[in-house]
Structures are given as structure tokens and as C-alpha cells.
């Protein structure tokens, strides 16, 4: 499954690492990556593929879990809800 993941929060060194190793950890492979900073605030969202076998629910609390470390919210959604959202 492919899923859309964003970052945001107050600027500061690790975020990107911190998001990267965890998901690489996970076997969760990045397949597109934007990141900018606004003022003070760091911005990223990613396009990630995500095991079908994994648990999305524990996978939420975990990234939940992992922002709260880094200082950042952290969503993440099935890309297929976007799509469905611009059909509308």
C-alpha cells in the first residue's frame, strides 16, 4: 500500500533522520520526498510504500509515538483517500 506521511514542526536537526531510520527499520521504503522550511517551522511529506501485512493502526502509534521524540506531528494516510478526495 502506498501512503502519504507529513511532518511538521519547529525546525531542528534530526527530524529528517529521525523519520528516515524509523521507517527504514520498518521496511517501509521511501519512494518520494518534499521537504521546505517556512519561517521557523519544518514541513515534509512523503510518499511511502507500506507492507500490506502491516498493522496500520500500530503503525499510527508508533509514528505518533516517534513525533513526539522528535517534536514534530506526524499523520500518516493511505493514498487511496486522496485519490478518492479529488474525485469528488
Known amino acids: ?13 534530526g527530524i529528517v533522520a529521525g523519520v528516515s ?3 527504514a ?3 517501509i521504503n521511501i519512494l518520494d520526498i518534499s521537504q521546505t522550511i517556512m519561517g521557523d517551522n519544518f514541513t515534509m511529506m512523503m ?9 496500520f ?6 509514528l505518533k509515538q516517534l513525533g ?9 494516510r493511505n493514498e487511496e483517500l486522496y485519490r478518492a478526495m479529488q474525485q469528488l
Open 1 to 13: 500500500m502506498k501512503a502519504i506521511l507529513t511532518t511538521i514542526g519547529k525546525d531542528r536537526p
Open 21 to 23: 531510520k524509523y521507517l
Open 25 to 27: 527499520s520498518n521496511d
Open 47 to 55: 510518499l511511502v510504500k507500506v507492507n500490506d501485512q502491516t498493522n
Open 57 to 62: 493502526q500500530q503503525l499510527l502509534a508508533d
Open 68 to 76: 513526539q521524540q522528535l517534536s514534530v506531528t506526524i499523520d500518516l
